[in-house]
């Protein structure tokens, strides 16, 4: 395995950032990970620390790093950019994803991890989003296995529309539930879209089932989803499988 002592670093730093935050870490479905080989990790995205989340769970089971998809503009800082370059992220450009595409399927055929947001941005109604079908189609056109993972309790840390407030961080439960591993098909990748959607919405209703803090009385439960009595904005957008999904812009 070859040293990657900046992403290593980073791996480091973000562990000792989230021990001294007291989370609770709890992961499911780890036997689900591949130990080697290719593989696409579909990942929900309620928060802006879910990728670092993901990737100290995946490390820590089966030190493995992986590569994230992150957009072209991110690489533009002054400070993340060169981070994200020498952690061998891929830049995605919103007006020309072909580069990213290539550049994501050689990635799997060399054996590495790609690390996949298909809602694509933050999504504040805590719900499952519309899915893009990229995941899938990577998947299958690198005959890799695609992977649902969800995570719960994540934005209690830091999100869209809430700032960071350690009184709300401090010793949250996080979940992180690793699926079973789907087999797409090329000629198929917009049923197994559909597919992908009700799987991360099956899993993220149990880690939502089972997450153990309830909303303080007299407090704003904003974490929680409309449905299950949360102040969240209700989902707005259609998905492919026909339901509704709400997401930030």
């Known amino acids: 395995m070859t040293r990657e002592p ?9 562990r000792a950032l989230f021990q001294s935050l007291n989370l609770r870490r709890r992961v499911r479905g780890i036997q689900n990970l591949p130990r080697t080989g290719g593989a696409v990790l579909a990942i929900t995205h309620f928060s802006y620390v879910d ?45 020309d994803g072909m ?21 694509a941005q933050v999504n504040v109604s805590w719900t499952v989003g519309e899915i893009k079908a990229g995941a899938v189609r990577m998947a299958a056109a690198a005959g890799v296995p695609l992977i649902p993972v969800v995570l ?8 869209r529309d809430h700032p960071f ?16 591993p789907m087999r797409p098909r090329r000629r198929e990748a917009e049923k197994a879209a559909v597919e992908l959607h009700d799987r991360l919405a099956a899993m993220l209703d149990e880690a939502q089932r089972d997450y153990p803090l309830r909303p303080a009385p007299g407090t704003d439960p ?28």
């Open 6 to 14: 900046v992403y290593t670093t980073a791996i480091t730093v973000g």
């Open 51 to 95: 990728f670092a989340l993901t990737e100290w769970a995946m490390h820590r089971s089966t030190g493995r790093k992986i590569r994230y998809l992150a957009t072209a503009k991110s690489f533009d800082h002054p400070i993340a950019g060169p981070l994200m370059r020498a952690m061998k992220h891929i830049p995605v450009d919103r007006d």
């Open 99 to 119: 580069p990213a595409y290539r550049r994501s399927l050689e990635v799997l055929k060399e054996g590495e991890l790609l690390g996949v947001f298909p809602e």
């Open 152 to 159: 719960w309790g994540s934005h209690r840390v830091l999100t």
């Open 165 to 180: 407030q350690l009184r709300k961080a401090w010793g949250s439960p996080v979940l992180i539930s690793f699926g079973e």
């Open 222 to 249: 904003w974490w929680l989803p409309a449905h299950l009595g949360g102040t969240a904005p209700r989902p707005v957008l259609s998905t492919a499988s026909g339901e509704t999904a709400g997401r930030a812009s």
